[in-house]
């Protein structure tokens, strides 16, 4: 084996890595300038969010707007079969 220098060496490094992991990557700089931009990419600002109807009247409209919505794709979906058929 090493030694007791070796093992103070590896233990002081195994408690240290994640330390400082933690205190660099938990830096506001670091999610400044990494995480945010890459945030950015995936979810846009100008990108339309949907927000959750609170009230019964909101949902039921919800409801109806997904069903027509589906009806409109299955109806789309037997215009395309029929056409191919053909």
């Given amino acids: ?3 007791p220098g070796m093992e103070i060496f590896r233990m002081t490094f195994y408690v240290m890595l994640p330390i400082g992991m933690f205190y660099y990557f938990g830096l506001p700089d670091f999610y400044k300038n990494q995480v945010l931009p890459a945030f950015k990419k995936v979810y ?3 990108m339309p ?3 959750v109807p609170t ?3 909101g949902n039921k409209e919800l409801l109806d707007q997904l069903i027509a919505a589906r009806r409109k794709r299955q109806a789309e979906a037997q ?3 029929q056409q191919q058929q053909e």
Avoid: K, L
């Fill in 44 to 46: 846009p600002d100008d």
């Fill in 55 to 57: 009230t019964p009247e």
């Fill in 1 to 3: 084996m090493a030694g």
């Fill in 79 to 81: 215009n395309q079969q």
């Fill in 49 to 51: 969010t949907q927000s």
